[in-house]
């Protein structure tokens, strides 16, 4: 896994909340945008960078395209943090 781009990806505050709206379940690109004072270009900037670092995924149907958390990648990322930690529950 690319933990350079997962990262940086992670690094802007805007991408944080993103990922925090798509906990409650997959959104369309405009659906994410309404909740922000942004562009449509800057709101597809913020989503194929998380696109490009694997944590979010899409899902075309029919002329709408949703997005997703990707799972996977953020277990891949909780695991390797806990294994800095000796595999120990931070106090």
Known sequence: MGFQESFKALSDPTRRAILDLLKGGSLTAGDIASR?????????????????????????RGKYIYYELNMTVLDEILGWITALQGGKDHE
């Open 36 to 60: 922000f004072d942004m562009t449509a270009a800057t709101g597809s900037h913020h989503l194929s960078v998380l696109k490009e670092a694997k944590l979010i995924s899409d899902d075309k």
